[in-house]
């Protein structure tokens, strides 16, 4: 018997008894809905995280630093024994040490070819930070003007890409004016913001604290001991807009490169950590391959990411969250190959007579396992159909709003259908409908037309 | 031709061994009408079985046109069926659920006759039983007269050499199953079909060219075809 004739048989089969057929299709179109939001959320994530490198980070750039437990990949003394050799270098997070970048390291990677400059990273913590005309002192991150991505501004203006702010200039998020208070945010614009750090003298030796108190007494030598404390005065430049793609600008902050390292040298001045740094930004020539300058990099010992590897930490993230909603589709697979089997199973019992019938004018017993496979597999379409069709319906409808909750931005979706990786999963679960079936048609392979016959 | 040499068909094992043929031998010659009669249990439909390929005695032979069918594979057996004999049963076994049209196709769709010569031999075998009107009907909706018919039909669609009836007016009343009959027959002359009737109405079987009368799984007697013209 031809295939096209087995397929129409099984498909008119399954009309016949549609509640049967809806209902175990409907366990498939479960595992499907889900499996189909999943790939949908997946793809959303992936674009999402791609637009979000893409304007926050120069594909040119490098992310360099000494230990390789920064980027997750082991090679550090976590946690272990609670004693570990020391250091000078290290710096320790929490329980874990890092090994940090020194002055003599940077000038080295300066040196690599392809290199067109690099920045360390520079992690100061400010005491507070003014702004003219208020009283009040806030608390504030400061980070580094990056160069490499222009942020688009409130008002004021920056530098095209690849240049620098000036030395008195900062940049404030769109996010401080109301905290501040400022409605008309080109108020701001000039205005100076004075950024006060300190410091805990730990250089004074103990012979300049007897000193210090034996000519000024016990005040002298409090003050010795005090905290230092340093002023950096700038003018507001721009204010840049808020954006959900932007990762830097929103929180804090920005200064020339220059200022920052003026304030980190301050802050760690006489301790272990001056002009020791976690990591540090390069950016490569243009026309070369940032990942070849990687590769030299990390044969001298520094380990570094590329913009690519960190789109692919990333994309792994993402795939490992989708890899566990995949899983409990499976899951529910699982359940439906069952649903299959029973139904199936009580479909031969009760065409037994027609499957004798059959047998008896000629169709080989391959012939209708095929007829009862097929009928699995329509099965399998339907319900694959079913619940991806649902899950786009639903998805395309609820999409606007979850968006708006996870505050993607403009633009953004969670959810981004695919067509080719649906029509996949709908033969998928085809297949698998075709396996569920596989012993059930066996069975009705195996009746003995004339015992079949014989049932009344 | 049809000759049935020495066929023995046994039941169950040791103890319980129970044959339901016995050393039987007959010839049918080509187009001949033939009536197997006998009593209920006397072994009619397990004769039947054995003689269209459907079942497989333990011993002897079966020559269909020359070809020992009982050598034959399961393969060239099912092929053998599809191409060569038609099979009427004795409750009708029509897809309830299928349209008449698609119920008179299915032995063209097991002998891959091709798409486009269907409907024309689909029309032809539901012209003879005279139900081209219900064409498009669902098989359960007919009544008793009409489904025999429809067997028929799906019987003859394929132009088969032999035709099996198993007590094919068995659950029809007497006119109805007058014209099932005189269909039968009709049709065994008109395309010298080799026609087989199982059944234990003896008037039936004397309207066949050859009887054959089994009792207890074997032969009592064949009426040969001059015999009964005599
Ligand atoms: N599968 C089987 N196992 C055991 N005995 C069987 C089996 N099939 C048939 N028989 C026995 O073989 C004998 C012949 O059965 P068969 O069906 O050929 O009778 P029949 O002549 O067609 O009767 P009826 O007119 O009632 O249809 C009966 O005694 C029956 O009980
Ligand atoms: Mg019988």
Redesign the pocket.
């Known amino acids: 018997m031809k295939r096209i004739d087995i397929a129409a048989r099984a498909g008119r089969s399954l009309r016949q008894a549609k509640a049967r057929t809806l209902l175990t299709s409907l366990a498939i179109a479960v595992g499907a809905f889900t499996l189909t939001l999943s790939l949908a959320a997946g793809e959303g994530s992936r674009q999402y995280a791609d637009k979000l490198i893409a304007s926050n980070v120069d594909e040119q750039s490098l992310f360099i630093a000494k230990d390789a437990a920064l980027f997750g990949e082991g090679g550090s003394q976590f946690g272990g024994s609670g004693l570990s050799e020391y250091d000078p270098d290290a710096a320790t997070r929490g329980n874990v040490t890092f090994k940090q970048l020194t002055a003599a390291d940077i000038e080295a990677i300066r040196a690599v070819k392809g290199i067109k400059e690099i920045q360390p990273l520079y992690q100061v913590a400010i005491k507070y930070i003014k702004f003219e005309g208020k009283d009040t002192r806030y608390t504030s991150e400061v980070s580094t003007y990056g160069a490499g991505i222009v942020s688009e501004t409130l008002v004021g203006s920056l530098p095209g890409r690849g240049e620098q702010i000036a030395d008195g200039d900062i940049v404030i998020p769109e996010a401080y004016l109301e905290t501040l208070g400022v409605k008309d945010a080109s108020s701001m614009l000039g205005k100076s913001v004075a950024v006060t750090v300190g410091r805990t003298s730990s250089s004074v030796t103990s012979e300049q604290l007897a000193q210090a108190f034996a000519s000024g007494g016990v005040e002298a030598a409090a003050a010795l001991a005090q905290p230092e404390e340093k002023q950096f005065i700038y003018k507001v430049r721009a204010v840049t807009k808020q954006s959900a793609t932007a990762l830097a600008s929103s929180s804090s902050v920005l200064i020339a490169p220059s200022q920052m390292k003026a304030i980190s040298e301050f802050v760690t001045q006489g301790t272990a950590g001056f002009q020791k740094y976690m990591a540090a930004t390069a950016i490569v020539n243009d026309g070369t391959d940032p990942a070849t300058v990687k590769a030299v990099l990390e044969q001298k010992g520094y380990p570094t990411q590329t913009a690519k590897d960190l789109q692919s930490l990333i994309f792994t993230i993402v795939n490992i969250l989708q890899g566990i909603v995949i899983g409990f589709a499976a899951l529910a697979l699982i359940a439906s190959v069952f649903g299959i089997i029973n139904t199936q199973y009580i479909s031969v019992l009760e065409r037994t007579q027609q499957i004798g019938l059959m047998k008896a004018l000629g169709m080989s017993g391959r012939d209708i396992a095929k007829l009862f496979r097929y009928e699995a597999a329509w099965i399998g379409f339907l319900g694959g159909l079913i619940g991806s069709l649902l899950a786009f319906v639903i998805g395309t409808a609820v999409n606007p709003w979850v968006t708006e909750q996870l505050s993607l931005g403009e633009g953004n979706s969670l959810l981004i259908f695919q067509l080719i990786p649906i029509v996949i999963l709908i033969v998928s679960l085809m297949v698998i409908a075709m396996v569920a079936g596989y012993f059930p048609s066996r069975k009705a392979a195996k009746l003995d037309p004339?015992?079949a016959l014989r049932t009344e | 031709m049809i000759e049935v040499k020495a066929i023995t068909k046994t039941?169950?094992k040791s103890k319980n061994a129970?044959k339901?043929l016995d050393n039987v031998s007959f010839t049918i010659p080509t187009g001949t009408s033939v009536g197997i009669l006998?009593?209920?249990?006397?072994?009619?439909?397990?004769?039947m079985h054995a003689v269209s390929g459907l079942d497989k005695p333990e011993s002897g032979e079966v020559i269909i046109d020359g070809q020992n069918i009982l050598e034959l594979n399961q393969k060239a057996v099912d092929q053998f069926r599809a191409r060569t004999i038609g099979f009427i049963f004795?409750s009708f076994f029509v897809q309830p659920n299928e349209t008449v049209e698609y119920n008179v196709s299915l032995p063209l769709e097991i002998a891959e006759v091709p798409t486009a010569r269907r409907t024309q031999k689909i029309d032809a075998a539901l012209e003879a039983v005279d139900l081209s009107d219900k064409k498009n009907s669902k098989a359960r909706n007919l009544s008793g007269g009409q489904k025999q018919r429809l067997a028929i039909a799906r019987a003859i669609v394929n132009e088969p050499s032999i035709i099996f009836a198993?007590?094919p007016t068995g659950n029809l009343d007497s006119t109805t199953g007058q014209k099932i009959e005189d269909l039968l027959f009709d049709y065994n002359r008109r395309k010298g079909v080799t026609l087989i009737i199982?059944t234990?109405d003896e008037e039936l079987a004397r309207r066949c060219d050859m009887i054959i009368n089994?009792k207890d799984?074997k032969i009592e007697s064949v009426k040969e075809p001059a015999e009964l013209k005599v």
């Open positions: 004339i015992e | 039941y169950g129970f339901a006998g009593r209920s249990g006397s072994g009619k439909s397990t004769l004795q198993d007590e199982v234990h089994v799984g």
